[in-house]
């Protein structure tokens, strides 16, 4: 399976990584990638106080450069899901003052303020209690709430959820938006995983069979990470993926899926 995009990596600014952005950009263009997605965690995981000025780094993404080492980048967050309702963090969070003590000319919530800034979302789950005793059909509608939101292209690590859903219901949901489901390398390089791993074929296949696209994401948090996607590609053989469904494959497909399902960003 031939994967030339990496679209969900971690920077320093995740704050539990260690490579920074230049790092990441040299290992991916090292492997001979095609596109690099910078997708850092904009998440109550980084900070006690959650505030503008503690994640004003995605503010200023607009200076990032577009080619870097030759490879296209663009720049993204991993958001949490944070409700059984598809909320995201930060959806209620107030942002009335810029980072400079200036008031802003009308009310803001600052998950609009960062969303509206990256080029596109990994929409994932970490901290799962708000789903405690949800049903599958209750989890599949979270799921299919949050591909409502413009922001999102990709649902991350779905196999590593540990929530029940209905598959098939939900990759057609994908499907039928545009919208991708990832395939997600770092579930597999932490080690052996049999019940997540079997859930990660299980999804693959049913995309394969569905026409659902995927997309590939190292969720690398440290560069020697970066761009390595064995086990998934492996995977994606073992099933027969067909490679005209893997939106990463190069850098004009996954550019052309993103236009298509309509997330640009507001910047």
């Known amino acids: 399976m031939r994967i030339l995009c990496d679209v969900h990596t971690h920077t320093m600014y995740s704050r539990h990584a260690y490579s920074t952005m230049e790092e990441n950009v040299r290992m991916a263009a090292e492997q001979g990638f095609e596109l690099l997605g910078l997708t850092d965690h904009f998440s109550s995981m980084l900070f006690d106080e959650q505030t503008l000025k503690n994640f004003q780094f995605f503010l200023n993404l607009t200076i990032v450069p577009e080619i870097w080492q030759g490879m296209r980048i663009l720049c993204g967050c991993e958001v949490d899901i944070v409700d059984l309702e598809g909320h995201l963090f930060a959806w209620d969070i107030a942002a009335d003052t810029a980072i400079n003590g200036d008031k802003f000319g009308h009310a803001h919530s600052l998950g609009e303020l960062v969303l509206s800034r990256c080029d596109y979302a990994v929409a994932s789950i970490h901290g799962k209690d708000w789903a405690c005793g949800a049903t599958p059909a209750q989890v599949t509608q979270m799921y299919v709430n949050v591909l409502d939101n413009p922001h999102v292209l990709i649902l991350g690590h779905l196999g590593r959820s540990f929530l029940d859903f209905e598959i098939d219901t939900l990759i057609r949901e994908c499907r039928d938006r545009g919208k991708l489901i990832e ?81 640009e960003t507001d910047f």
């Open 183 to 263: 395939m997600n390398e770092a579930t597999y390089a932490a080690g052996p995983a049999p019940e997540k791993q079997a859930r990660c074929r299980l999804i693959a296949e049913r995309c394969a069979e569905l026409g659902c696209m995927v997309s590939f994401g190292s969720d690398a948090h440290i560069a020697t990470r970066i761009a390595h996607a064995n086990h998934i590609s492996n995977l994606l053989d073992e099933v027969h993926f067909p490679e005209e469904l893997m939106a990463c494959r190069d850098a004009k497909t996954f550019l052309k899926v993103k236009q298509e399902a309509g997330v």
